[in-house]
């Protein structure tokens, strides 16, 4: 699939044509686990703001406006100072952006764990002042009644199972998770829980393969792996790892470009340009008639 690009007078940028499709829905992403078999994976990554996932949407079947924003972008030392405000700025952003994926915008520490109640007035403003097609929030068993809760008020949840970097306070770091056998049994008895609530689809993050493995055959739903297994039903990055922004990253972060050399070297010849006047040339001066 490929996109073109256009220039919009109206904000002087180019934005993409859009070609003759739907946006993908919740159901349809649903359904590509069919008796236990995803034929074709599901493809997510992060995406924050309106460029990004202009440039994304065409090779995603779901965009996520993650919470890692809050590290990502905000330079906060983890997701848990992220408000619901900044949640819905960067989830307009990108579904603005993008008009192929379906738009997934995580629910951030506190606005949700409080009581179903809350979780549905948060979502519901999540879902009004976005667009977005669904909310991802943090959590298995104990997240059970409010996934519940919502899906049958008419808001798709994706859940979020094993490393949960909310709960870093509470994990004291962000190892994989599953080693001993308790929590590889909460892992899988998590997942099936949210299966059962009704979740469209679960995030499997940094836990050991075979018990991503289990989990994803113990349930109907769509897994989506990040640090677990290629025999989850989908993947997911953060966006900003893959493109090789970040000198460190996790161990499973495959980076397919090296963006930060990008950057930093054009950022160089920029300033030895300005600072010899060879910028800006000719090209880009105007010139009285
Ligand atoms: O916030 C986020 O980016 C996420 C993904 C890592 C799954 O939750």
């Given amino acids: 699939m490929s996109t073109t690009f ?62 890692s924003l809050g590290q990502v972008i905000y ?34 520490f506190g606005a949700y764990e409080q009581s179903p109640q809350q979780a549905f007035a948060s979502a519901a403003r999540v879902l009004k002042e976005t667009g977005c097609a669904g909310v991802k929030l943090e959590g ?33 770091g962000y190892n994989a998770r599953g080693r001993s056998d308790a929590e590889a049994d909460k892992i899988v008895a998590d997942t099936q829980a949210l299966d059962q609530a009704g979740a469209f689809a679960v995030v499997i993050e940094g836990v050991v393969e075979p018990i991503a493995i289990a989990a994803t055959k113990a349930v109907s739903c769509p897994t989506i792996g990040i640090g677990a297994s290629a025999r989850c039903d989908g993947q997911v990055l953060v966006t900003e790892d893959m493109l090789g922004m970040f000198e460190r990253v996790p161990r499973f972060v495959k980076r397919y470009a090296d963006v930060a050399s ?5 950022a160089a010849q920029y300033a030895a340009e300005v600072r010899d006047r060879s910028f800006p040339g000719t090209e880009q001066t105007y010139q009285p008639k």
């Fill in 6 to 67: 256009q220039l919009d007078t109206a904000t002087s940028r180019a934005n993409p044509t859009p070609a003759p499709m739907k946006r993908l829905t919740i159901p349809a992403i649903r359904r590509r686990k069919r008796d236990g078999v995803t034929a074709e994976p599901i493809v997510m990554l992060t995406a924050y703001t309106a460029r990004q996932a202009q440039l994304l949407d065409a090779h995603c079947d779901l965009l996520l406006v993650g919470d």
């Fill in 75 to 108: 330079g906060l030392p983890s997701s848990v100072p992220v408000t619901l405000d900044l949640m819905i700025a960067h989830g307009a952003a990108v579904v603005r952006g993008s008009y192929h994926a379906a738009v997934i915008v995580d629910m951030p």
């Fill in 140 to 172: 298995g068993a104990a997240m059970a009644e409010t996934v519940r809760f919502l899906t049958e008020r008419g808001i798709p949840v994706m859940g979020h199972v094993g490393l949960t970097p909310q709960a870093v306070n509470i994990l004291g």
């Fill in 262 to 266: 990008v950057v930093t070297e054009a």
